[in-house]
Every structure is written in C-alpha cells, then in structure tokens.
C-alpha cells in the first residue's frame, strides 16, 4: 500500500526563494482552474483546504485522481490540483465509478467530492454500499442543506422546520450523512466547517492516511440558497455555535510524536500507512473508537442541534476493496497485455472438457 | 380441471390395454424427433435432461436442448424440449413426437395436446383418462423405483428423473454407456454421483425391457455428425470470450438470463487469471448493488484503462441508460453484455425476446448512438466476446452485445471456438513517454488527430505533469476544458459522427448467401439464425428460393443497402413487437424502404421454422 510521503523539506541554497514542499513542488502546482462558484461558497474554501493539505503533506499531484458527482459542490473537482486526473460523474454516482476506478488502479490516491443532495438523495445507495466497500479514497460531502445548482431546493439533510424563500418549510426528518457511514461500518467519519479552515486540513490529512473510505462531512454555507442565521448550515451558526468533540494532531509516519498534548492525556490509534493520529483526552471530549459513543454524540447532537465538528468514529482494520480482492503490488491497470490473455493451449482444455 | 372430476380411467400402475393404441406396426423414425420433458420446476430434472441431451450428442446425432422454464424457484411447470434432427436442424419446433409426463399438474394437458403417433410416457402414480388410441403409452413406475433405491427422502425427487432417462434410453435405444459418458460431464468426473445415478438408470432400463414391450417408431442410430463438436451454452461462451479478450473487471446485478455470465466468470478466471508469479488475481469481479451502479463501476473501470465490462438483461439496460450516454460522450470504453428477455417486472421474465435492439442502439438521454454487435451462435458469442473489447477500446465507447435468453441459457453444439487471431487491441492510449514527447499543447483529449474522430487518450496514473485531463460528460472543448460554446458542442458532435462511421467499418459484417435469380430476401439477426436455415429450406421445397442476410452489428454495414437493392421483397424476422430491426434497415435504406417488409412475431418462445416459413409464404401469396 502507498503512502503519503513527507519528507522535511530540506531548505538548500536554490530553493530558498521558492517555498515547496517535501517532493519540491511549489503551492501554485496544486492550483486548479478559476472558480465559477458564488463568491463566499463554503464549497471554494474546501477546495483551498484540499490544495493545502496535499501540498503539506507531499502527495503528487499525478497520484491522485479526484471524483465528483454533480452539483455545485461536484464541480470543485475542477478547481485544484490541475495536474491530477479527474472525473465529473453523473448526479449520485461517483461512488461506483470511483470504485471501478480504484480498483482498476488501486494505487491512486483517491479524493471525491460530492454534496447533500449528491449523496443524500440520489446517491445515498450508491453511498452506503461503497462504504460497505470500503473503497480507499476520501469522501467529502459539502454538505449545505440545500441543493444549490437546482437553486435552492431542500435537501434529505436540512432541518425540519427549516424555512427556504422558494422552498417554503421543511417538514421531513434529516439524514445525518456520518450516523450513516457509521452504520454503513465506515472506518473514518469526521465532521467539519469550511469556516474552520485549520481542522478541515487536519481532518482532511488524517483522511488521505485511511486505508478504506475516509467520510468528511463538511458543513458549507450555500450564501446564495441557505445562509441566513436562523440556518444550521450558514457561517454565521457555525461560527457562533461550533463546538469540538475532541482535539488531534495527525502525525505522518516518519515523524516522531512531538505533540502539544502532554502525555497523560494522549491517545494515539495508528493508521494503515504508519501514521498516527493522537487524540487530547479532555475531561469531556469524545473518544471515536468508541461506536456506541459516537452513535450517541450524533444522536444528541441531532436532538439538540448542536453543531459539533471533528473526528467522530475512527476504526481503521477493517480491509479495503483492493484487499479484499486480494489485489497485489501492480495495479490492474498495469497488467501486461500478455498476461490478459490466457494460452491456446488453455483454450484447447476447455474445449477437450465440452466435447 | 383435474383429472378426478374428468373422471380418471386408468388406476395407477395398469397398463393400457392392447387395442387401445395404434395397431400397424409403423416404419421407423430415425434420429428425427423432440422430446418434450414436462417436470417441475426446482425438481432436480436438469440433470436428467441434461444427460439425455449430452447422450445423444456423444452419439453422433445433431441436437439441441431448451429448458421453457417459469419466474419460480420450484413447483411451477417446466418444458425442457430436446430435438434430434439427422440433417442438423435443431431450431425450436413447437410440437413433440415423445412426451415423458412426470408432472401431475400438466400431465392431462400434455396427454392432450400430444400430436398423433407420439410416444407417450408417464409416471404411473399419475391418474390419466387414456382415452385417446393414437399414442403409445407407456406408464412407469417412477416414485416406486425412487423410493426402492433412493435412502434419502430428500434425493428421491431427484432420482425419480433418472428413471425416465433409464427407461427412454430403453425404449430410443441409447446407449448406456453414453448416458454414463454424460453424467461424468455433468458431475466432473466424481465417481460416486455419477455411479448412484447410473444404478437408477440400468434397473429402470432393464425394467423397461421386460415389461414395456416397444410398439412406437422412434429410434436412435449413431451417427459422425458431431465430430470434434462441443456443446456449450451462451452464456459460458461469452464469459470465455471475455476472459479471451481480456475482461479485467466485472461488475454485475443478478438477473435471469444473464447471471449465468457473472458465473461462468467467476468459474473460468480463477483458473485462468492467476498471477504465475505473485498467485494473485489479476482481475476483479464485483456483485453491485444494482444495474447502475454495475455500469458506473465498469465505466470508472474503464476510464482508468481496464478491459471492463457487466452483463444484463433488458431491466437492467434502461437502469443504465444515464451511464451509457454519459460514456458515449466522455468516451470511455465498456462491454455491455445483454441477454435479451421479456419487459419489466414481473409476468414473462424468463421467456425469450428480440427487444433491447433499438433501446440498446439509442441508449442515454438523446443524440447517442452504440455500437451493437449480434452473435448468432455460441460460437459468436465466444468470437464477439473478445472482439468487443477491442472494439470499445478502439472506439473509446461503450459496445453493446446483444445476445438473448435462448442463445444464452440453452445448450447448442458447436464446433470448438478459436483461439483469437489477432493480439489484443488496447486502441489510441499516450504513455507518459508520449505526452513528454508531444511537449507543451501536444496533448489534446478531445482531438482528432488522425481524421477518423477517434481522439488520444491517456490514462489515469500517467505521471507526466501535461498527462492529465478532466472528464466530463457533455460540454467540453478539444482540451476537456469545460466549454457551452456552440462551436466546441458541434465541432464535438461532428467528430462523434465521423467515430460513428468509422465504427460502422469496424464491425463484423454481415453473412451473405444469396441464391442467384432470388427476388426474396430474409434479413435477420440472433437467435433466429438456427430456425431460418430450415424455414429456407422449407420454403424452397415449396418452390420459393430465397437469399439471406444476417445482419451482425448495428450501425448497420453498407452490405445492407446492396442486399435490399437486389431483391424486391426482404422480409426482416425477428423476435419482437415493434418490428425494430425491419424499423432500422428502413432507416438506413430510405430510397428502397418499400422493399423492407417485417415478418416478426412474439410469444416468450424461441422462433420456429414453420412460423416463419408459414408467415413468409402467406405474405407472399397476398
Ligand atoms: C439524474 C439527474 N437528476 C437531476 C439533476 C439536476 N441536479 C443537478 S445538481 C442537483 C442537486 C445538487 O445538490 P447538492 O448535491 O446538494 O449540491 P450543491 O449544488 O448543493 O452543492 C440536481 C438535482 C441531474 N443533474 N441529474
Ligand atoms: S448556489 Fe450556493 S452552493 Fe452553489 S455556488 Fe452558489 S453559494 Fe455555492
Ligand atoms: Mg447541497
């Protein structure tokens, strides 16, 4: 299984003038084109974060492909990291084409970016059974209670009661799209504000470090459909009623544990790859490797509307699709012509056995 | 109505008298005849059908079998019909000359409808008005021989169906020893089921000997006619096809008459796809959690530069319909495997149709069109299940195959297929090396560099920095830059048309045999191939020759236009109720539409040479 690399980058007489990062690319090399999102999207400051945490964390950018349904969320694909290969799927469908995908190259990095009404609705099968999969990829669901492309609709997670100008009054029960990764045995389910730019990169470097699907919801105000105050998902709720269930430091394989936390109220759960992320035991934080806890922070949190971000459920062994498919080192992909096509002589067995 | 309120005539067990049946002793019939096997449905009698048919397969005589089989796990009746045919005519014929009625439920019908003359053989326990004189009646005693020789309750269901393999290899004259020769093919060589089974068949051949004189016609004779043949289902053949051309992915939704494509899969590549040196697979199949998904995976698949490919059924088709369009314009190669069956939900999924032809064709959300490749044989569907790879890799598209429930789930002889006679095709891929080479603005997706409106790809993992590109379904420039410029939507649609004509070069062409000085053309496709060999036949013992083509892909080849130009009437057979073929040819062929006639029909059943032939002369005698 590949890792992320990070090497310390090593400052040397001509790269002082250029920043890069540990496999000598500069932040501009993770750049994507112009957005065409509204200005303020939550949307565009999730696709920021993304460039962010693949520059720090040394990924190359051609060992990565991106995915996406459709929505305005999936179109963010678009707008970073130009040198990775990408696909704009059909609405709800990144799921089986990222499966198909990374199965036929198992050793891509892969990072999908869906929305609400993308996996919420349309997809939410698709969704479930991906993660009952365990495909090794990121899945990020910008999540805005609302369709936002089809402007302005409900989507499966906005509140009841919720009120939309066009939309009118929602009376249906929301999905809570991480209660049901978690069901779905999902291995890595964080929540997160695109207001919050410094734990989305650490939720999102943690994520790239899982073995199977990594789920990040990410809550990100739609400021043209649903970001007035009295709404769960708009700045002005996150930024007043964010609230932490835990505190971590993701710490990549070959670093050493230095972590801001003393010792006494560390725990630390290693990922697939060797890296680790180390949890700051609070009096009351909330411990993810617990499910029965993190099924229970969810469910209060829905009963009370509380906005709660950082990592919910975390429990790393279960085996990925390609493991399961007992996939070796050379992808599918890289299979040699010779090696598709079994012999003549095999075909002449088959045909001695009908006769 | 049963048999009780008809009032039944025979108690169980008596034999019919002497006088009852036809008294001259008629002239023999020799390898020319069905069989009709009326059973239950889960009650084990595969096995027993299966052997009869592989039996006298092994004895020389051209055959074929067709299980006519219910939506139902067990209970409901099952026709299996097995027809040997000396001149190799094996098509479906609607009647039979010997019925084995083990069915309680059916059996007053199938006593019934038998034609005249015919063998007719039951189960004893069975109460029967045997009231007609032109059979030939032979009751056995099927649950007595089961129960005698069969310990377990559980098995002796199953073992009542060897009885009457036992007692018809008596009474036709088929070898024992080919029976055994079968059921070793059946149980792979494992001594033990094949020697129980054996034991039912010699006492109830023996039994049959002592106490069932023969008075019927009917009889076997070896013969050389399926030398170096094999006999294999299309199903299986086209899995081995795929497995020949490659498939390194699968993805796939249960659904009768496909499923039994993912199965033959999952039996042949673990013994055929094994890494040498690592012992790893190399290939993967996945079980999707429905058609849609089944495709997108086999499109992501694809997009990465897998062989990939699903296997469906119509039901499944319009679930994909999204998918399909979505890899006709983003251009990603895909197999997709189609076993033709009856509609929607449930009534008639298990009976036989022609009718994905234009949904397949045309399939996604507008100004899409598939290839379509039609095997009319096992041996296509072997041939057509490599060469679809190549094509769609070639092509950068989904490629439909259009088999169907008969092709696909009955047994037909063939000869053995041949190994592929060309390497495999991978079609237009850029390795980092080239994209290098091609330097800044070199590589460009979406163009066509070559003039036959197939562009360059590359392929995900490509770690050449300019590699990369971003797929997209509709609305992209040469670069796959998104674009809604009408320019960049029409340049991309003309260059789509001109891969569509060079497609229509690609495909298999049409099989030819014209008759000279014929005015009569039969166009058709598929399954129906088997029945219009001998409805020709037919025809021209009534005076009426005719040329035939057979049509094996769809965009249609030029062939057709000269074809329809050379005769005056060419009726278009097929197996559907909307004539879709007839509808295409008419569409390719505008300036002789007239001459286009459909001559199609639909029951849930196989086509029938004397249909056809019947339909044909009737037409023509308007
Ligand atoms: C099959 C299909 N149905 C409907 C649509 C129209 N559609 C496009 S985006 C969208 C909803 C997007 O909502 P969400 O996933 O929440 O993304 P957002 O725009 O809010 O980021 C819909 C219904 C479509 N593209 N395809
Ligand atoms: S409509 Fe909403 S979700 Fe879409 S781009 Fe604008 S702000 Fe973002
Ligand atoms: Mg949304």
Request: with cysteine; aromatic share 8%; hydrophobic share 40%.
């Amino acid at each position: 299984m590949a890792t992320v690399n990070v090497v310390k980058p090593t400052v040397t007489a001509n790269s002082v003038a250029k920043r890069v990062n540990s496999i000598g690319l500069e932040r501009i090399d993770y750049k994507g084109a112009e957005s065409t999102l509204c200005a303020g999207c939550g949307h565009d400051s999730i696709a920021s974060q993304i460039i962010t945490a693949c520059y720090e964390l040394g990924v190359r950018p051609e060992r990565l492909v991106k995915f996406s349904g459709i929505g305005c969320s999936s179109k963010s694909p678009a707008y970073f990291m130009s040198r990775s290969f990408g696909i704009n799927t059909l609405h709800g469908r990144m799921a089986p084409v990222a499966t198909g995908a990374l199965t036929a190259n198992h050793k891509l990095y892969g990072i999908g970016v869906s929305g609400d009404g993308d996996t919420g609705s349309i997809g939410l099968g698709n969704f479930k059974h991906m993660l009952r999969r365990n495909v090794r990829m990121v899945y990020i669901i910008e999540n805005n209670g609302v369709y936002g492309l089809t402007k302005g609709q409900f989507s499966a997670t906005a509140d009841v009661g919720q009120e939309l100008r066009h939309a009118g009054r929602n009376e249906l029960p929301p999905i809570d799209l991480c209660m049901e990764a978690i069901t779905a045995e999902c291995g890595f389910v964080a929540r997160g504000f695109a207001g919050d730019p410094k734990q989305v990169v650490s939720l999102l470097k943690a994520a790239l470090s899982c073995n199977g699907t990594a789920v990040l919801d990410i809550i990100s105000p739609c400021v043209t459909f649903n970001n007035h105050d009295d709404s769960t998902k708009s700045y002005s709720w996150g930024r007043s009623k964010d609230e932490r269930i835990n505190d971590f430091t993701y710490v990549a394989p070959q670093e050493e544990i230095t972590s801001e936390f003393e010792p006494g109220e560390m725990k630390d759960v290693e990922l697939h790859d060797g890296s680790r992320i180390v949890l700051k035991r609070l009096e009351d934080s909330h411990d993810p490797t617990d499910r029965n806890a993190a099924m229970a922070l969810l469910q209060d949190a829905r009963q009370n509307q509380l906005f709660i971000t950082g990592l919910i459920y975390l429990q790393p062994g279960r085996p990925n699709l390609a493991q399961q498919e007992n996939l070796g080192d050379t992808p599918l992909v890289q299979i040699p012509n010779e090696k598709l096509r079994p012999s003549v002589e095999s075909l002449q067995k088959i045909m001695a056995a009908m006769a | 109505m049963t048999v009780a309120e008809l009032g039944a005539t025979s108690p169980a067990g008596v034999k019919p008298l002497a006088g009852t049946e036809p008294e001259n002793k008629p002239e023999p019939v020799v390898n020319d005849f069905c069989i009709s096997v009326a059973t239950k449905n889960g009650s084990g009698s595969q096995t027993a059908n299966t052997t009869l048919l592989r039996a006298l397969f092994k004895m020389g005589i051209p055959v074929s079998g067709k299980n006519v089989f219910p939506s139902n796990i067990q209970g409901m009746p099952t026709w299996y019909t097995i027809r040997v045919n000396k001149d190799g005519f094996v098509g479906r014929r609607p009647d039979a000359e010997i019925i084995i009625a083990i069915n309680p439920a059916t059996a007053l019908t199938d006593l019934q409808k038998a034609g005249q003359g015919a063998l007719f053989m039951y189960a004893d326990d069975i109460k029967l008005p045997l009231n007609r004189t032109d059979l030939y009646y032979y009751p056995i005693p099927v649950k007595k021989f089961a129960t005698e020789n069969e310990k377990d309750p559980k098995l002796r269901t199953y073992m009542a169906n060897m009885v009457y393999v036992g007692a018809l290899a008596q009474l036709l004259g088929i070898d024992l020893e080919d029976i055994e020769a079968a059921l070793m093919y059946h149980f792979r060589g494992k001594r033990k089921p094949v020697d129980s089974n054996m034991k039912v068949v010699r006492l109830a051949a023996e039994w049959t000997a002592t106490n069932l004189p023969k008075r019927d016609p009917y009889v076997v004779q070896k013969m050389n006619k399926t030398d170096g043949m094999i006999m294999i289902d299309g199903n299986t053949a086209a899995a081995l096809g795929a497995i020949y051309g490659g498939v390194t992915f699968a993805a796939w939704y249960p659904i009768t008459p496909a499923t039994g494509v993912a199965d033959a899969l999952n039996e042949y590549l673990p013994r055929l796809r094994i890494d040498p040196e690592t012992k790893m697979p190399t290939y993967s199949i996945i079980q999707a959690e429905d058609e849609l998904a089944a495709l997108g995976m086999v499109i992501g698949a694809g997009w990465a530069g897998v062989r990939s490919m699903t296997s469906t059924s119509g039901p499944g088709i319009s679930l994909m319909a999204e998918f399909a369009g979505y890899g006709y314009f983003a251009e990603i190669p895909a197999v997709i495997w189609d076993v033709q069956r009856m509609g929607p939900s449930t009534g008639m999924p298990t009976r036989v149709s022609q009718g994905d032809v234009i949904a397949a064709h045309w399939l996604g959300h507008g100004d899409s069109k598939h290839p379509v490749l039609l095997p009319g044989s096992v041996n296509e569907c072997f041939e057509f299940g490599w060469k679809a790879f190549d094509l769609a890799e070639r092509l950068q598209t989904p490629v439909f195959v259009l088999s169907d429930l008969d092709i696909g789930m009955n047994q037909w002889m063939t000869k053995p297929f041949e190994y592929p006679d060309r390497p495999i095709d991978r079609g237009k891929v850029l390795t980092a090396e080239d994209v290098k080479r091609l330097g800044v603005g070199g590589f460009k997706r979406y163009k066509d560099m070559d003039g036959d409106g197939i562009a360059w790809r590359t392929l995900p993992g490509n770690e050449y920095p300019l590699a990369s590109y971003f797929t997209r379904g509709t609305g992209h420039d040469e670069q796959a830059h998104l674009s809604e410029r009408p320019e960049d939507w029409e340049g991309n649609m003309e260059r789509l048309t001109r891969k569509y004509e060079t497609a229509r070069t690609l495909l298999p062409k049409p099989i030819e045999e014209s008759v000279a000085g014929a005015t009569v053309g039969i166009l058709s496709y598929g399954s129906a191939d088997m029945p219009i060999a001998e409805a020709r036949h037919q025809l021209a013992e009534k005076g009426l020759q005719t040329s035939y083509l057979r049509v094996r892909a769809l965009p249609l080849a030029e062939e057709v236009r000269a074809f329809v130009q050379a005769h005056q009437r060419v009726y278009v057979v097929e197996l559907n109720t909307d004539a879709q073929m007839c509808q295409l040819v008419r569409l390719h062929v505008p300036e002789v539409a007239a001459h286009v006639i459909p001559c199609n029909h639909s029951d849930g059943l196989p086509l029938t040479a004397n249909w056809i032939s019947t339909a044909i002369l009737e037409k023509e005698n308007k």
